[in-house]
Structures are given as structure tokens and as C-alpha cells.
T-cell receptor
Framework: KQEVTQIPAALSVPEGENLVLNCSFT??????LQWFRQDPGKGLTSLLL?????REQTSGRLNASLDKSSGRSTLYIAASQPGDSATYLC??????????FGAGTRLTVKP | DAGVTQSPTHLIKTRGQQVTLRCSPK?????VSWYQQALGQGPQFIFQ???????QRGNFPDRFSGHQFPNYSSELNVNALLLGDSALYLC???????????????FGEGSRLTVL
């Protein structure tokens, strides 16, 4: 059974700092990994999708890496801004279509 | 380009009642998945619909049922509501891989259900 863990559970940083969020999963036989952002009480916004054949994906100030063999992914946020404050979730497929989510990392960027 | 839309956004029910939640997928998508998210937790997979059939189901009781219509929109029904059913219900759409989809999920804003 796929288990997804995100560390840390919460993170507070000053504006402008570069930061790394971590995601680990127990079954390395995945075919993709997706990072999402969730604002309080809102739905999930897709940030990056990494296919199993890829090592990383970039979108603007965001960079996500994937190491299947070690069961880990990281989300790097450069030059953080207060608007980046949200909960960040990673998800991997369990069986075909069942996406397993971590509990998320709650990020606060202070002005 | 319309994204995933869900209705209603908020609703309050009492124990034992029944509820229907609705979802319209992103334009061009043919697959709809439903998730339940309790406060402070990640979403949990309920089931997925494709070609009007339930394709896969998570660990949820039969009180949770769904439907997909020919226009790809979907409904989630929950019968005999329990206090523990209070949660944010999220709908996600995607394009089937056989149709060229990448597996990327797109979510709606959710329906917040409170059971009293």
C-alpha cells in the first residue's frame, strides 16, 4: 500500500528566502507524481506533474525533482513571496487511478 | 476555458439525510474522480468515473455512490449521513491516457458538507 509523507508539516520563512519541501513515498513503482497548492478552504491547484521518466520539472520560481529509486521528491521555491503562503501537497498513484496524498506542508512566508 | 466547477459550495445536513453533489469537468476532459478531505488531512480517493461507469473505488462504504452523465459531468450521492461525513468534497477531472491524457488531475473548489 502506497504511503506518502511530507516533511515538515509546517514551515515559516521570511520573504525572499529559497526553500525546499519534501515528499517521500513507499512504493517506487509510480508512473507520475503531482504537486498541488491549496489555499485555506479552497480546492487544489496543480503546480507541477512529473512523469516517471523525468527527473525534474520547472514552472517559474518552482522546481520539482523526482528520485524514484529513493522514493523521494522535492519542491524548490525560489525567492519566496507572501503570496506563496498556502498548503503544498504531493500525490502519487496507488493503483492506476487512486491518487495517494500526503498531509501537506503548511507554508507561511512573512513580509 | 472553464475549469472544474462544483455545486453547491456549502451545505448543511442532519444525520440520516441524503446529499447530492455535482461536478462539471474541465473542458475536453472525460474522466471524473471524487475525493473527501477532512480538516488538516490530504484528500482521500472515493471513486472514479469514465465512460459513465465506476472504474475504480476507494475504501468507502456503499452509502457513497455516483453517476456520470453522457456530457461527462458527475454526481456524488451520500445516503444516511453520519457526523463523520462532514468534510470538503473535491471533484477532479482528467483526460484518459488512451485519449492522450498525461494523468494530470485538475480540481474544483470543492463542496463543504457539514452534518449536524
Amino acid at each position: 500500500k502506497q504511503e506518502v509523507t511530507q516533511i515538515p508539516a509546517a514551515l515559516s520563512v521570511p520573504e525572499g528566502e529559497n526553500l525546499v519541501l519534501n515528499c517521500s513515498f513507499t512504493d517506487s513503482a509510480i508512473y507520475n507524481l503531482q504537486w498541488f497548492r491549496q489555499d485555506p478552504g479552497k480546492g487544489l491547484t496543480s503546480l507541477l506533474l512529473i512523469q516517471s521518466s523525468q527527473r525534474e520539472q520547472t514552472s517559474g520560481r518552482l522546481n520539482a525533482s523526482l528520485d524514484k529509486s529513493s522514493g523521494r521528491s522535492t519542491l524548490y521555491i525560489a525567492a519566496s513571496q507572501p503570496g506563496d503562503s498556502a498548503t503544498y501537497l504531493c500525490a502519487v498513484p496507488e493503483i492506476l487511478n487512486d491518487m495517494r496524498f500526503g498531509a501537506g506542508t503548511r507554508l507561511t512566508v512573512k513580509p | 476555458d472553464a475549469g472544474v466547477t462544483q455545486s453547491p459550495t456549502h451545505l448543511i445536513k442532519t444525520r440520516g439525510q441524503q446529499v447530492t453533489l455535482r461536478c462539471s469537468p474541465k473542458s475536453g476532459h472525460d474522466t471524473v474522480s471524487w475525493y473527501q478531505q477532512a480538516l488538516g488531512q490530504g484528500p482521500q480517493f472515493i471513486f472514479q468515473y469514465y465512460e459513465e461507469e465506476e472504474r475504480q473505488r476507494g475504501n468507502f462504504p456503499d452509502r457513497f455512490s455516483g453517476h456520470q452523465f453522457p456530457n461527462y459531468s458527475s454526481e456524488l450521492n451520500v445516503n444516511a449521513l453520519l457526523l463523520g461525513d462532514s468534510a470538503l468534497y473535491l471533484c477532479a477531472s482528467s483526460l484518459a491516457e488512451g485519449a492522450g491524457g498525461s494523468g494530470e488531475l485538475f480540481f474544483g473548489e470543492g463542496s463543504r458538507l457539514t452534518v449536524l
